[in-house]
Protein backbone atom coordinates (compact mmCIF):
# COMPACT_ATOMS: atom_id res chain seq x y z
CA UNK A 1 0.00 0.00 0.00
CA UNK A 2 1.03 3.28 -0.97
CA UNK A 3 1.10 6.42 1.44
CA UNK A 4 -1.52 9.30 0.92
CA UNK A 5 0.90 11.57 -0.62
CA UNK A 6 1.06 12.58 -4.09
CA UNK A 7 3.86 11.27 -6.81
CA UNK A 8 5.14 13.20 -10.11
CA UNK A 9 6.40 11.61 -13.31
CA UNK A 10 8.60 13.77 -15.39
CA UNK A 11 11.55 14.84 -17.49
CA UNK A 12 14.15 14.82 -14.29
CA UNK A 13 16.24 17.63 -16.12
CA UNK A 14 12.94 19.69 -15.73
CA UNK A 15 11.26 19.89 -13.11
CA UNK A 16 8.15 22.44 -12.53
CA UNK A 17 6.13 21.70 -9.68
CA UNK A 18 4.19 24.60 -7.44
CA UNK A 19 5.91 23.66 -4.38
CA UNK A 20 9.01 22.46 -2.72
CA UNK A 21 9.26 19.40 -0.55
CA UNK A 22 11.42 18.04 2.12
CA UNK A 23 12.75 15.07 -0.34
CA UNK A 24 12.81 14.03 -3.83
CA UNK A 25 13.66 10.31 -4.76
CA UNK A 26 14.82 9.54 -8.15
CA UNK A 27 14.07 5.62 -7.59
CA UNK A 28 15.49 2.61 -10.07
CA UNK A 29 18.56 3.74 -11.09
CA UNK A 30 17.10 6.50 -13.68
CA UNK A 31 20.01 8.45 -13.37
CA UNK A 32 21.41 6.00 -15.89
CA UNK A 33 19.29 7.40 -18.85
CA UNK A 34 21.10 10.83 -18.26
CA UNK A 35 23.93 10.45 -20.62
CA UNK A 36 25.70 13.80 -20.52
CA UNK A 37 28.05 16.15 -18.35
CA UNK A 38 25.28 18.74 -19.05
CA UNK A 39 22.04 16.72 -17.97
CA UNK A 40 23.25 15.36 -15.24
CA UNK A 41 24.39 19.00 -13.79
CA UNK A 42 20.58 19.99 -15.18
CA UNK A 43 18.50 17.57 -13.51
CA UNK A 44 20.43 18.30 -10.01
CA UNK A 45 19.90 21.74 -10.49
CA UNK A 46 16.26 21.11 -11.60
CA UNK A 47 15.90 18.52 -8.36
CA UNK A 48 16.84 21.43 -6.52
CA UNK A 49 14.32 24.20 -7.04
CA UNK A 50 11.88 21.82 -5.72
CA UNK A 51 13.63 21.01 -2.67
CA UNK A 52 13.03 22.77 1.01
CA UNK A 53 16.31 24.48 2.41
CA UNK A 54 17.13 21.37 4.28
CA UNK A 55 15.68 19.02 1.60
CA UNK A 56 17.13 15.71 0.77
CA UNK A 57 17.96 14.14 -2.68
CA UNK A 58 18.29 10.63 -2.33
CA UNK A 59 18.98 8.37 -5.70
CA UNK A 60 20.63 4.98 -6.85
CA UNK A 61 23.23 4.64 -9.21
CA UNK A 62 24.81 1.40 -11.25
CA UNK A 63 28.67 2.07 -9.76
CA UNK A 64 30.87 2.06 -13.26
CA UNK A 65 33.84 1.31 -10.86
CA UNK A 66 32.85 -2.43 -10.53
CA UNK A 67 30.27 -2.63 -13.55
CA UNK A 68 32.40 -1.31 -16.50
CA UNK A 69 35.20 -4.43 -15.91
CA UNK A 70 32.92 -7.13 -15.35
CA UNK A 71 31.27 -6.51 -18.94
CA UNK A 72 32.46 -9.68 -21.28
CA UNK A 73 30.68 -8.44 -24.44
CA UNK A 74 29.40 -11.23 -26.75
CA UNK A 75 28.08 -12.92 -23.29
CA UNK A 76 24.30 -13.57 -22.82
CA UNK A 77 22.59 -12.77 -19.19
CA UNK A 78 19.95 -14.87 -18.46
CA UNK A 79 16.76 -13.60 -15.86
CA UNK A 80 14.07 -15.33 -15.04
CA UNK A 81 10.74 -14.48 -13.45
CA UNK A 82 7.39 -16.49 -12.79
CA UNK A 83 4.17 -14.15 -13.17
CA UNK A 84 0.48 -16.13 -12.54
CA UNK A 85 2.46 -19.75 -12.82
CA UNK A 86 4.02 -18.05 -16.65
CA UNK A 87 7.97 -17.93 -17.17
CA UNK A 88 9.44 -15.17 -18.39
CA UNK A 89 13.14 -15.15 -19.47
CA UNK A 90 15.33 -12.07 -20.30
CA UNK A 91 18.62 -12.28 -22.28
CA UNK A 92 20.86 -9.57 -22.32
CA UNK A 93 23.59 -8.17 -24.06
CA UNK A 94 26.17 -5.54 -22.61
CA UNK A 95 28.63 -3.77 -24.79
CA UNK A 96 30.64 -0.93 -23.33
CA UNK A 97 30.48 2.45 -25.02
CA UNK A 98 32.98 4.74 -22.96
CA UNK A 99 34.62 6.75 -25.61
CA UNK A 100 33.10 9.94 -23.69
CA UNK A 101 31.75 8.83 -20.22
CA UNK A 102 30.94 5.22 -18.30
CA UNK A 103 27.96 4.45 -21.11
CA UNK A 104 26.86 1.33 -22.36
CA UNK A 105 24.96 -0.47 -24.32
CA UNK A 106 22.05 -2.77 -22.92
CA UNK A 107 19.86 -4.92 -26.18
CA UNK A 108 17.63 -7.28 -24.50
CA UNK A 109 15.30 -9.79 -25.81
CA UNK A 110 12.25 -11.16 -23.79
CA UNK A 111 10.43 -14.70 -24.25
CA UNK A 112 7.58 -16.26 -22.57
CA UNK A 113 7.89 -20.08 -21.80
CA UNK A 114 5.22 -21.82 -24.20
CA UNK A 115 4.42 -25.83 -24.80
CA UNK A 116 7.25 -25.47 -27.67
CA UNK A 117 9.90 -23.64 -25.16
CA UNK A 118 10.67 -20.07 -25.12
CA UNK A 119 8.79 -17.83 -27.86
CA UNK A 120 10.67 -14.30 -28.44
CA UNK A 121 7.92 -11.61 -27.41
CA UNK A 122 10.06 -8.52 -27.59
CA UNK A 123 13.08 -6.68 -28.16
CA UNK A 124 14.65 -3.22 -26.39
CA UNK A 125 18.06 -1.76 -26.53
CA UNK A 126 18.77 1.40 -24.81
CA UNK A 127 22.63 3.49 -23.48
CA UNK A 128 23.39 3.95 -20.39
CA UNK A 129 25.42 5.55 -18.08
CA UNK A 130 27.37 4.23 -15.05
CA UNK A 131 29.05 6.51 -12.58
CA UNK A 132 31.32 6.47 -9.82
CA UNK A 133 30.94 8.01 -6.97
CA UNK A 134 33.71 10.46 -6.46
CA UNK A 135 32.11 11.44 -10.53
CA UNK A 136 28.70 12.12 -9.12
CA UNK A 137 30.19 13.89 -5.95
CA UNK A 138 31.73 16.26 -8.51
CA UNK A 139 28.61 17.16 -9.72
CA UNK A 140 26.24 17.86 -6.63
CA UNK A 141 28.67 19.85 -4.89
CA UNK A 142 29.04 21.90 -8.77
CA UNK A 143 25.05 22.50 -8.14
CA UNK A 144 24.97 23.30 -4.50
CA UNK A 145 24.51 19.91 -2.87
CA UNK A 146 26.63 18.32 0.20
CA UNK A 147 26.62 14.37 0.06
CA UNK A 148 26.01 13.24 3.35
CA UNK A 149 25.99 9.19 2.61
CA UNK A 150 27.18 6.50 0.01
CA UNK A 151 25.50 3.41 0.57
CA UNK A 152 26.31 0.02 -1.34
CA UNK A 153 23.15 -1.67 -2.21
CA UNK A 154 23.41 -5.14 -4.20
CA UNK A 155 20.65 -5.87 -6.59
CA UNK A 156 20.19 -8.82 -8.48
CA UNK A 157 21.94 -7.99 -11.82
CA UNK A 158 24.38 -4.93 -10.80
CA UNK A 159 26.66 -3.42 -7.95
CA UNK A 160 24.63 -0.59 -7.35
CA UNK A 161 25.16 2.14 -4.71
CA UNK A 162 22.37 4.63 -2.95
CA UNK A 163 23.53 8.77 -2.15
CA UNK A 164 22.08 10.76 0.24
CA UNK A 165 22.51 14.61 -0.43
CA UNK A 166 21.38 18.08 0.73
Do not use: C
Request: no cysteine; proline share 2%.
Amino acid sequence: ELPAHHFHEMDMRDVKLPTTFDGVIITARSISYILTNNDVMATFQSVKKVLKDRGVLIFDFIDAKSFIPSINEGETISHEVVIDNIKYKRGSIFEKHINANWNWIWKSTFFKEEKKGYQEIGSDEAELRTFTADELEIFLTLTGYKVLKVLDRKVYAFDTKVIVAK
